[in-house]
């Protein structure tokens, strides 16, 4: 079995492209069977929950204190998941720090205990992600522990706080959400619930931008739509795809590389002359 590219790698604390990279393959990988997901990530652990449909990774690289917790995604032929995303009731989070989406913590309280279990008081960074629906679950478990020790990278996810959370949570500065463009999912429910992180938007052409404003997303869904018309294709749901944001993330960080490279060469040919 070829080693694992990650089981190795020390992430950082800060936010990184090589962070984001390595969560967007977790969450796409959250979709494979426990048998594949395990070739790939040995040492990891499958939970699931029959009554609720929740599934979730455990995942710790042997001599590692970075422990993953990867929720899996929506499922299209799932009617747990999909009642799950419906549901728009609030119900008080643990903490007491807000309210929190309903049916994600009751489909998160349905594998906690096993979470809580497989953490280690060693753990120095506990990194949660996941896709769509995984990523509200991972939200909702990282504002559960709330704790300097928590990162959160989410993909596609759903609104899934109240401002309360938003607000007082200890987390948000190590909270990263990543959109593309029209991605649809990222915009239910319609009311009632906040987006917790900093946004990393991609726009319509494939391209993060740092600095946000209304006419960003305007112009990014006008240059979307037309494009998904002329495709005759709806962009909401194909943005969504975890395919997506896996390449994405890749090219972001292939670009940030890139450019560190070139900033190196012309400094070395500055002392050179």
């Known amino acids: 079995m070829a080693k ?6 020390l992430l950082t604390r800060a936010f990184s492209w090589t962070n984001a990279e390595h969560m967007a393959e977790l969450s796409r990988d959250a979709y494979l069977s426990p048998e594949e997901f395990k070739k790939i990530y040995p040492r990891a652990k499958f939970l699931y929950n029959e009554e ?3 599934e979730c990774y455990l ?3 042997a001599k590692s204190h970075q422990p993953r917790i990867i929720f899996r995604g929506t499922e299209a032929n799932s009617f747990e998941d999909i009642k799950t995303d419906i549901s728009v ?8 720090l807000g309210e929190v989406h309903l049916g994600f913590k009751t489909a998160l309280d349905s594998v906690w205990k096993d979470i809580e279990k497989w953490l280690k008081p060693t753990d120095k960074d506990i990194f949660f992600t996941g896709h769509s629906l995984g990523a509200a679950l991972a ?4 504002v559960r522990i709330n704790n300097h020790h928590v990162r959160l990278y989410t993909f596609g996810s759903p609104k899934c706080v109240d401002k309360n959370i938003v607000d007082n949570v200890s987390i948000g500065g190590h909270a990263w959400r990543f959109r593309n463009n029209n991605d649809i999912v990222t915009k239910v429910p319609p009311w009632g619930f906040k987006h917790l992180g ?8 494939g391209d993060w931008v740092e600095h946000l404003t209304k006419w960003t997303f305007w112009m990014g869904w006008f240059r979307g739509t037309w494009d998904g018309l002329k495709n005759k ?11 997506n944001y896996v390449y994405l993330v890749g090219m972001a960080k292939a670009k940030e590389e890139d450019e560190f490279h070139k900033e190196v060469e012309s400094l070395e040919m500055d002392i050179k002359a």
């Open 4 to 9: 694992n590219k990650w089981a190795t790698v």
């Open 233 to 243: 294709s709806w962009d909401g749901f194909r943005d969504h795809s975890v395919n």
């Open 89 to 96: 009731k609030h119900t008080e989070s643990a903490g007491e």
């Open 198 to 205: 900093k946004t990393m938007y991609f726009n319509a052409n």
């Open 139 to 142: 939200t909702v478990a990282a």
């Open 59 to 61: 995942w710790r690289p």
């Open 52 to 54: 609720t449909d929740t």
